[in-house]
């Protein structure tokens, strides 16, 4: 079975510009998370998405968006990149339900935003 | 709103040494918790998780416990490895996982 796979692996941009990373979930799974972690800091929470609706935002500007699609495949897009939008962009499904959760990460996307 | 320390940031210790790693957390009202490694410019891969009704949960040498009442997890490693460096990361499950900062572990050969 395929486990939590995202592309591209590494992304290369200049400030200003848009980047899209995708992520596609274990099959079965309908939940999928993404995170943000930089250099140095822990995972931050960026957005959830279930069953094609957004759940749920972290702390992060509008420029942060998604989506998921109807095979719960999902896209992470982030306008006006900044220099300190340069992080390793995790993306996780949800297996499970009755306190019995699992979360399943992916190898991530690395953005380096020059 | 909830918020997960870990303590020690880091950690050196010798092959062959039993070591505990600590994991707080402000908000009781947790579905689970979950541990987690990650080895350097990779993705997590999942230890262990201890549902709210349960107080600890074990995988070969590797045993979790959970208190709620405490707010407290601990990973408890038995015969630590070389291999078993890596940063080892908790979080609380709700409706969204809020993650602490790691503890980095070494293990000398």
């Known amino acids: 079975e395929a486990g939590v796979t995202q592309s591209p692996t590494h992304l290369i941009k200049t400030r200003g510009q848009q980047a899209t990373l995708r992520c596609s979930p274990i099959?079965?799974?309908?939940?999928v998370y993404w995170y943000q972690q930089a250099l140095g800091l822990g995972l931050q929470f960026l957005l959830w998405?279930?069953?094609?609706?957004?759940?749920n935002r972290g702390n992060f500007p509008p420029r942060f968006s998604g989506r998921q699609f109807p095979n719960y495949s999902s896209e992470l897009n982030v306008n006006a990149l900044e220099l300190e939008d340069s992080a390793l962009y995790l993306c996780?499904?949800?297996f499970g339900q009755g306190g019995n959760e699992k979360l399943f990460f992916g190898s991530g996307t690395q953005l380096s935003v020059l | 709103k909830q918020e997960v320390t870990q303590i020690p940031a880091a950690l050196s210790v010798p092959e062959g040494e039993n070591l505990v790693l600590n994991c707080s957390f402000t908000?009781?009202?947790?579905?689970?918790l979950q541990w987690f490694r990650q080895d350097p410019g990779k993705g997590l891969t999942s230890l262990l998780l201890?549902?709210?009704?349960?107080r600890e949960q074990t995988s070969g040498r590797l045993n979790a416990s959970l208190d709620k009442s405490s707010g407290r997890s601990t990973l408890y490693i038995a015969a630590s490895q070389p291999g078993d460096s890596a940063t080892y990361l908790c979080?609380?499950?709700?409706?969204?996982?809020?993650f602490g900062t790691g503890t980095r572990l070494k293990v000398l050969a």
């Open positions: 996780a499904s949800r």
């Open positions: 099959s079965g799974h309908t939940s």
């Open positions: 998405y279930d069953e094609g609706e957004e759940r």
């Open positions: 908000d009781s009202a947790i579905y689970n």
């Open positions: 201890i549902q709210s009704s349960q």
């Open positions: 979080a609380s499950g709700t409706y969204k996982y809020i």
